[in-house]
């Protein structure tokens, strides 16, 4: 089988999991023989996410436990490890969210498997699975192939195309789970603003960086503009540092990677750590003030000119 | 306490990437410790300096190359080095295995390593190293404090951030934001060509590479780069958004 963990926000399965079950798919075609996919779900009262999810695969193990209720990598890895053991896994997809990628090498160690990270294309090649993958920070695309009974992989979110759900619902089991006592004890979390559509979700990115001059200058810039197209909101390392915007909108290296269908760069010169983290959209626009500013190379189209001018005008032209 | 801290050594990110037979070339690029792995040095130095007794030891496994990592660490004031020298490409499951067993021969109680390595862009040593180690780990963080045998601080999540607490022993990954690295002074130069760099050799390790690495391109996705001047504020927003809507179509 192949094994899938559902990730969930909010009641809700997301889109990263339906990418997966696409993965999943694609790579049951490519496996020989019958490769049922299960989806695994983990956490504390889990009904609906599970019913959802049964749409979209074979089978679905449930896991429904108060000692679930939060992610913890060394509970997760325990029951993934076990059900993919139970189970005789050929291949076990993990998201590549924050999560996925800090449990999943445990989950690799567990079963003594061949870790492959953040995968953007994945299929089965006689006793091998290959898959492509960014590394250099997004800017050379490597094919590795990892041999064994099990390999373990996290998919890059944003990538495969999201499967729909179907009409029949796939048979749900308890999962009987042996679990560690968690040693990560989590005392606080930040709230989390989210009245826009999220970063990994939109088709429209409007991201600032310090060329918006401030607080109250992004506010008038980049969260107009997003509003006016209904876009998510991003923001660079450097102005969230700075204070001006939540971690939870910094796109790059140290924060979210997106491949929206549009992502508008406002006051962003283009650092490569950012550029890591958007430089796969689909279409690029940039509006800064230098016109040296390496953004300019990866952008599609462009205007060099102040920011806090230029965007009041394009909002006039879109309300057109 | 002994504090492991774990190096590479990686193209600088400012530098162009080039292939030459399907893999990245990196003769006569400019080369840097990963800056990701830079923080754990740092914050290891921080910790002593705070007056935990430590001796911190960087362990590198990998080519040649990692010499300049580990002799970069020892100039920024760690108090010795080992570098498990091999020219086998090892993905970071195997490496993890490498790394454990140091901890274990050193007896360390606290390893540090980057939260993502600059060159193949992984996340899992830490992690992995941690589980073999059968040690709890905290991921991405970004604020560490050290209190008898409890660690305190802040670390990246899925949305927003926590703030955990934890025994040691424990993997750190670090990043961004956790500390300002230093600049290796040159009187820490000249002392640091005193101490000890081990060399070993990995048969000892009985490790192989758990992936094959099949090849490296780098695909350039071709952008229109229509780059319009801004000078005439209205004209250049007009034809933008024209552009988006009606060649493009990206938006209504």
């Not at chain 1, 790579?27 to 749409?55: D, W």
């Amino acid at each position: 089988m192949i094994l899938l963990v559902v990730e969930y926000a909010n009641g809700k399965v997301s889109k990263s999991t339906w990418e997966m079950v696409s993965a999943a798919r694609e790579l049951a075609h490519t496996l020989p023989g019958e490769s049922p996919v299960t989806a695994l779900v983990l956490g504390s009262s889990l009904a609906s996410i599970a019913a959802e999810i049964a749409r979209g695969v074979d089978q679905v193990l449930v896991a429904d436990l108060p000692a679930l209720a939060q992610y913890d990598p060394e509970l997760w890895s325990a029951a993934v490890a076990q059900i993919a053991t139970e189970g005789e896994a050929r291949a076990v997809l993990i998201g590549g969210s924050r999560s996925g990628r800090e449990y999943s090498p445990r989950v690799a160690v567990k079963l003594d498997a061949p870790l492959l990270e953040d995968v953007i294309v994945l299929k089965a090649a006689g006793e091998s699975i290959t898959a492509q993958r960014y590394t250099y920070l997004a800017r050379v695309t490597e094919t590795i192939a990892a041999t064994g009974p099990v390999v373990v992989i996290t998919i890059k979110p944003g990538v495969f195309t999201p499967a729909s759900p179907g009409e029949e619902a796939a048979e749900q089991f308890d999962a009987d789970l042996n679990l560690p006592t968690p040693r990560l004890k989590i005392t606080g979390k930040t709230a989390e603003r989210s009245s826009r559509v999220s970063l990994a979700e939109a088709e429209i990115v409007v991201s600032g960086g310090r060329g918006v001059g401030s607080a109250e200058g992004f506010t008038q810039t980049v969260e107009a503009l997003a509003d006016e197209l209904g876009a998510a909101v991003g923001a660079t390392r450097a102005i969230v540092d700075a204070g001006w915007r939540p971690y939870s909108e910094q796109v790059g290296q140290t924060g979210k990677t997106v491949q929206p269908r549009l992502y508008i760069a406002v006051g962003i010169s283009g650092a490569v750590q950012h550029l890591s983290g958007m430089n796969k959209s689909k279409t690029i626009v940039a509006i800064n003030r230098d016109a040296e500013a390496p953004i300019f190379k990866i952008a599609d189209y462009g205007i060099v000119g102040d920011v806090s001018q230029l965007v009041p005008a394009i909002l006039t032209e879109l309300k057109k | 306490m002994r504090i492991l801290t774990y190096l590479r050594q990686v193209l600088d990110a400012e530098e162009s990437v080039r292939t030459t037979n399907n893999a990245v070339a990196l003769e006569d690029s400019k080369l840097v410790m990963d800056t990701m792995d830079e923080y754990g040095v740092e914050e290891a130095l921080r910790l002593r300096e705070s007056g935990i007794e430590a001796e911190i030891v960087a362990v590198a496994v990998g080519a040649a190359r990692m010499t300049d990592a580990l002799r970069t660490a020892l100039a920024m004031g760690v108090d010795r080095a080992i570098h498990v020298e091999t020219d086998i490409r090892l993905d970071a499951i195997a490496v993890s295995k490498v790394i454990a067993q140091i901890a274990t021969r050193e007896e360390a109680t606290l390893i540090f390593a980057g939260g993502q390595q600059a060159d193949w862009d992984s996340h899992a040593l830490g992690a992995a190293t941690a589980e073999r180690l059968h040690w709890p780990q905290v991921t991405w963080t970004s604020a560490l404090e050290l209190k008898g045998t409890t660690l305190t601080g802040k670390h990246d999540a899925d949305e927003g951030s926590e703030s955990f607490t934890l025994e040691l022993p424990a993997v750190i990954t670090t990043q961004q934001g956790l500390n300002e690295p230093r600049y290796p002074t040159l009187p820490n130069i000249m002392k640091s060509k005193k101490k000890e760099l081990r060399k070993e050799t990995l048969d000892q390790f009985n490790v192989a590479p758990k992936l094959n690495f099949v090849g490296a391109e780098i695909q350039v996705k071709n952008r229109l780069n229509k780059i319009l001047d801004g000078k005439d504020v209205p004209a250049a927003a007009s034809q933008l958004v024209d552009l988006l809507r009606n060649e493009a179509r990206v938006i209504a």
